[in-house]
């Protein structure tokens, strides 16, 4: 697959985008600034001046042209040299239209940014050395419930926007044997779980997670239609001597996986495989980097490496289709069906023992 062809580039389109990146942190914060402003949008509206987007804004003449020169030499706005007024480019605009760059915006400012400056220490010693600028916890996930309003909601904002568009397109494909025990691993808030006793009246799903987004679980869905047959289990999943309770007819896993390392995920499938019930199946939903349709979805996802290694628990990525293959073959699972395209890119990848 054509990923993203760089070489491709003209030497001069190279060098340019060279000096992008090397300036990448002030011309994401110019970006954000921008939209947090409302200078792209007043640019859809039509071209302005200086002085009337001061006016509009309550900044200062001085401030405005900071960011509009910043945002001209980066390609989101543009100028007409006659009348001085500045314009929203084809890039500005996406950033108004595409819901997944408010998204990853909100994401890479609230969680990302602070602890980015500790990158180098998170690769050479295989921990999120970055989390100790949001709290003093072993990975991120001890914390979510610990965070700021602000942090949670683009944690939570980033994580459901992905899963949440897929959920409704493969439950038929989870409920084509009618299940009659469900478990949630990595349950989260319960999102999923009250999909499917939205959707089967007889279903009955166990989440498994940490005993704190348990306790969040519960109060998301205390009180909603179906809740009386979720069940919540607290589990520290990282000790590979916890079992998961067993005679389940679907184990299912989203964007879950990519929370641990490959040897973790090799004992969690292991474990996965002994959770079911005969002809049971596990149904494992990611955002594969390599099955992409468009380039930048595979450079989101790569980019979205690096917040697990900073920030996460230091030792997870995104999967290849390789690495994830591996990983089940080597649990003793084996892959019966393989759904790629569902909602913003994910894959629906369906195990069975072998």
């Not at 049971?280 to 939903?285: A, S």
């Not at 930048?296 to 997870?316: E, H, I, K, P, R």
């Not at 080597?330 to 069975?352: K, Q, W």
Request: net charge negative; hydrophobic share 40%.
């Amino acid at each position: 697959m054509d990923i993203y062809r760089k070489d491709r580039l003209s030497a001069k389109a190279a060098q340019e985008l060279a000096h992008v990146i090397a300036f990448g942190p002030v011309v994401f914060q110019i970006t954000r600034v921008m939209m947090k402003e409302g200078i792209f949008n007043i640019l859809r509206d039509g071209s302005r001046t200086v002085p009337e987007i001061a006016h509009q804004t309550g900044l200062t003449e001085y401030a405005v042209k900071v960011l509009l020169e910043s945002s001209l030499t980066l390609g989101t706005v543009l100028r007409d040299p006659d009348s001085g007024k500045y314009s929203l480019s084809k890039v500005g605009w996406f950033f108004l239209t595409d819901p997944m760059l408010k998204v990853n915006v909100d994401f890479n400012h609230d969680i990302n940014y602070q602890g980015m400056f500790h990158l180098d220490a998170a690769l050479r010693e295989g921990r999120p050395a970055g989390l100790k600028e949001l709290g003093n916890w072993p990975t991120i996930y001890e914390g979510l419930s610990q965070l700021t309003d602000v942090q949670k909601r683009s944690w939570f904002g980033f994580d459901h926007f992905y899963s949440d568009g897929a959920f409704d397109a493969v439950l038929p494909k989870v409920f084509a044997r009618k299940p009659a025990r469900l478990m949630d691993v990595g349950g989260n808030t319960g999102k999923w779980a009250m999909k499917c006793v939205g959707y089967d009246p007889d279903v009955h799903v166990t989440i498994i997670d940490l005993p704190q987004q348990i306790a969040m679980m519960k109060q998301q869905t205390e009180g909603l239609e179906g809740s009386e047959r979720i069940d919540g289990v607290g589990v520290n999943l990282l000790d590979s001597s916890n079992s998961l309770p067993s005679g389940h007819d679907v184990i299912w896993m989203s964007q879950f996986l990519d929370c641990f390392s490959d040897d973790q995920v090799v004992s969690l499938l292991e474990r996965a495989a002994s959770a079911l019930a005969p002809d049971g199946h596990v149904f494992i939903m990611e955002t594969l980097w390599d099955r992409q349709k468009w380039p930048a979805a595979s450079f989101d996802l790569a980019q979205t490496s690096v917040y697990f290694t900073a920030m996460a628990n230091g030792n997870s990525k995104m999967f290849s289709t390789e690495d994830l293959f591996s990983d089940i073959a080597r649990a003793g699972l084996e892959v019966i069906n393989v759904t790629d395209g569902i909602g913003y890119g994910h894959s629906l990848v369906e195990c069975a023992v072998k």
